[in-house]
C-alpha cells in the first residue's frame, strides 16, 4: 500500500514535467537565423532590377492552380536545399520556396501591382508571429492577440478561428496604415501615388470577399469556375506529407524568417524583356549563387500567344544554373479538355518538373510551336523514360528520372 501511495505521488510530482515535455516534442522548430539583407540595399535591388510594367487584365491576387502541390514531395526529397528560387504571381511561390529552402528568392511578373502586393505579405509577415494572425490581418479581422490554441490544430480549425470575428472597417484602416508604414521605413521602399491605390485594391479585394477571393482573368472560359481562396488553402499534396504554407508552423516561421531577413524580393518585368530576367542571372550570379528551381505558373501560354518565347529561351539560357539537372523548371498546364498523361481527376490544372537544361535545349531544337508542347514534351514522371524527340543535332535527348 506504501509502495502504490509512494508511486502515486511520484506520478503526481513528475506529471506536469512529462506534461510540459510531451507539449514541447510537438512544438515546431524555432525560426532560423537569416543573415538580412538592408533596408536601403533591399529597396535598390527591387529597382535597379526592375523594368517598365506591362498589361496583365486579371486579378491575380490569389493563384487558379489547384495542383500547386502535386509535386511537393519531389521538390523537396530530390533536390538539394539552398540556392535561388525564382516565381512569379501571389503567394503560391511560399510553397515552393517552403520546400526548397533558398538563399534568396526573386518573385518576377509583369505587372508592378505583384510587385506591391508582396511588398504587403513582407509587411504582414513581419507583424504576424503565425498563421492565425496572418489570416487575421490579411482579412481585416479583429482577432484576439493570444492565438487560440485550436487555430493551430490544422488547416480546417484554423479557419474556423480566424472566422469567429468578422471582418472590420477600423482594423482595414489600421491594417492599412501600418502596411505602409513598414514598407516605407522597414523595407525603406517609397511608394509612388499608383502603388498605394494597387495596395488598397489588392486589400479591399481581400475585405469584400474574403476567403472567397479567386482569380479573375477575361482570357478565361466563361464556364471555368476557378478556385477561392478557402479551397487552395486546404489543398494537401499526393501523399498528404503537405500542405499550404499556412498549414504548417514550422513553413510559416521560415517563411517569415526569410521576409523579415528581406531575402524575398520582388520585381518588376517581362519574361521576354531586355533587362529583368537577365539582371536577376547576374545578380545571382555576382553573390555566387546558382538557379534551383523557377517556377513560371502557365506564361508560357502568354510568350507564345504574344510571338516572344524565343526572347524568354535566350533569358533562360542566361541564368547560371546547377550541375547535373539539378535546377528545375515548375509549370502548371490548363488543359481546357485537352488530356495530359499526369492530370488528377478533378483538377483544372497539372503542375510539372522539368530539368532546366532540357528545356533550353529542346526549346533550342525547335521543338516546342505552342504552351501545350511544353506541356507535353518532356517531364518528370514516375519512372525514367526516354524522349519521344530527337534534338536538332540528331542525338536522342535523355529522359528525366522523377517522381512526382
Keep these: 500500500m506504501k509502495r502504490g501511495r ?9 506529471g506536469p514535467l512529462l506534461a510540459t515535455a510531451r507539449c514541447r516534442s510537438v512544438q515546431a522548430p524555432a525560426a532560423p537565423e537569416i543573415p538580412p539583407v538592408p533596408p536601403a540595399e533591399f529597396a535598390a535591388l527591387v529597382e535597379r532590377l526592375s523594368e517598365p510594367a506591362g498589361v496583365f487584365q486579371a ?110 472597417t477600423a482594423v482595414f484602416a489600421k491594417n492599412e496604415a501600418d502596411i505602409v508604414r513598414h514598407i516605407e521605413s522597414v523595407l525603406a521602399f517609397t511608394l509612388t501615388p499608383e502603388d498605394r491605390r494597387d495596395l488598397r485594391v489588392i486589400l479591399r479585394s481581400f475585405f469584400d470577399q474574403q476567403l472567397g477571393i479567386r482569380f479573375r482573368g477575361s482570357a478565361r472560359p466563361s464556364w471555368l ?68 528551381a523557377f517556377y513560371l505558373s502557365n506564361v508560357e501560354f502568354y510568350l507564345f500567344r504574344n510571338d516572344v518565347f524565343p526572347g524568354f529561351l535566350d533569358n533562360v539560357k542566361a541564368l547560371p544554373l546547377r550541375p547535373d539537372d539539378q535546377s528545375v523548371m515548375i509549370r502548371a498546364c490548363f488543359g481546357f479538355g485537352r488530356p495530359h498523361p499526369l492530370a488528377q481527376p478533378g483538377r483544372i490544372s497539372v503542375t510539372l518538373l522539368q530539368s532546366i537544361p532540357r528545356y533550353i535545349a529542346l526549346g533550342g531544337g525547335g521543338r516546342y ?23 536538332a543535332d540528331g542525338d536522342q535527348a535523355a529522359g528525366s528520372p522523377a517522381r512526382r
Design 6 to 14: 509512494a508511486g502515486l505521488a511520484l506520478l503526481l510530482l513528475l
Design 59 to 168: 486579378e491575380n491576387f490569389v493563384s487558379n492552380e489547384t495542383s500547386y502541390l502535386e509535386i511537393a514531395e519531389t521538390l523537396a526529397d530530390r533536390l538539394p536545399k539552398g540556392g535561388v528560387y525564382l516565381g512569379v504571381g501571389p503567394d503560391q511561390n511560399f510553397n515552393y520556396i517552403a520546400r526548397l529552402r533558398p538563399a534568396f528568392a526573386f518573385i518576377l511578373d509583369i505587372r508592378r501591382q505583384n510587385l506591391v502586393q508582396h511588398m504587403m505579405f513582407n509587411a504582414i509577415f513581419a507583424q504576424s508571429e503565425d498563421p492565425y494572425q496572418f489570416l487575421c490581418r490579411l482579412l481585416a479581422r479583429p482577432c484576439p492577440a493570444q492565438t487560440p490554441p485550436a487555430a493551430l490544430l490544422g488547416m480546417e480549425s484554423l479557419l474556423a478561428s480566424v472566422e469567429e470575428t468578422a471582418p472590420d
Design 225 to 292: 469556375m476557378l478556385p477561392s481562396y478557402r479551397e487552395l488553402l486546404v489543398v494537401r499534396s499526393p501523399t498528404n506529407r503537405y500542405g499550404h504554407y499556412l498549414a504548417s508552423l514550422e513553413d510559416y516561421r521560415y517563411l517569415r524568417a526569410m521576409e523579415r531577413a528581406r531575402r524575398i524580393i520582388p520585381v518588376t518585368g517581362d519574361f521576354a524583356g531586355q533587362h529583368a530576367l537577365k539582371a536577376i542571372g547576374k545578380e545571382i550570379a555576382a553573390r555566387g549563387e546558382t538557379l534551383s
Design 369 to 391: 510551336s505552342s504552351d501545350w508542347d511544353v506541356c507535353l514534351a518532356d517531364y518528370w514522371s514516375d519512372s525514367y523514360t526516354p524522349s519521344r524527340f530527337q534534338l
